[in-house]
């Protein structure tokens, strides 16, 4: 993201047959040891009209998961998962969908639609928005019966994540929001309109203290978790990018994963800390 920068008929059914799978194994172990039995497969569901909704759906092949959740990239969410499937690096989420992975969640990142070239934030507010998030959540549900579906936005990505999870009411779990976008900017309203009554699911906020992009200030996240749970994470490495890009502590550089194992503790139903790492 750059500082300048709601349902769906119970009908729509996911095609099986547009899913293909695409082991990533050796990506992940060069990455890391520990996430060699991460395994990804690439789905193109239905969007609106003829165009199709790319879809990374990742989890660990070594362990059935606990919990699934659905990541939204910022900035303009796309990910160019038509092109190529993305190595760790890049936006927080999913540079670290294999966190999440190995920790017991399978994730869902999306891309943007065929048709578009990126999300604004009225897009990402949405009904149509909305209708592709609930197609991804089914999808995860039918590979993953019972279990919990979370909304987690990052960024640009907190837009998506609220809007859709006051839309989606109680077909998910819960939403998690980390680095939220609170102040309108030439970019986008971002959730600075957004009434957070409307979230009937739990709520999580993940925020660094030192965020210094002008349109997600910590004070704010301080301000809205007020009676909700807010997780503040400290430290890190130093910043290699500008501060409402993903390689600062906007992105929670160098503690990822300290980060995702706060977030994956509140999503199982665990107290997460107050500060991290």
């Not at 789905?43 to 989890?59: F, I």
């Amino acid at each position: 993201m750059t500082a300048a920068e709601c349902s769906a008929p119970e009908r729509r059914v996911v095609p099986r047959a547009l899913a293909w799978s695409l082991v990533l194994a050796g990506l992940m172990a060069a990455a890391s040891p520990s996430r060699a039995d991460v395994v990804e497969d690439l789905v193109q569901l239905p969007s609106a009209g003829d165009a199709r909704l790319p879809v990374l759906v990742s989890r660990d092949e070594s362990r059935p998961p606990v919990v699934a959740a659905v990541l939204f990239n910022g900035g303009g969410g796309a990910v160019g998962l038509l092109q190529r499937i993305p190595r760790p690096g890049g936006n927080f989420l999913v540079r670290s969908r294999a966190l999440f992975a190995v920790r017991g969640v399978a994730t869902a990142v999306i891309d943007v639609p065929t048709d578009i070239a990126s999300m604004s934030d009225a897009y990402r507010m949405s009904p149509r928005h909305a209708d592709d998030v609930r197609a991804v959540v089914g999808e995860l549900r039918r590979r993953f019966p019972a279990l919990p579906v979370y909304l987690v936005g990052t960024s640009r990505g907190t837009v998506s994540a609220a809007y859709a999870g006051a839309a989606l009411g109680d077909a998910v779990a819960g939403v998690v929001l980390t680095s939220t976008v609170f102040n309108a900017t030439r970019g986008g309203a971002g959730v600075s309109g957004f009434d957070w009554n409307t979230i009937h699911s739990r709520l999580l906020f993940v925020h660094h203290a030192d965020d210094a992009c002008q349109a997600t200030p910590y004070f704010m996240a301080r301000r809205v978790a007020s009676g909700r749970t807010l997780v503040s994470a400290h430290g890190g490495d130093a910043p290699r990018s500008d501060p409402c890009e993903a390689f600062s502590a906007h992105g929670y550089l160098g503690i990822e994963a300290p980060v995702v194992g706060a977030i994956v503790q509140w999503m199982r139903g665990e107290a997460p800390p107050k500060d991290v790492p």
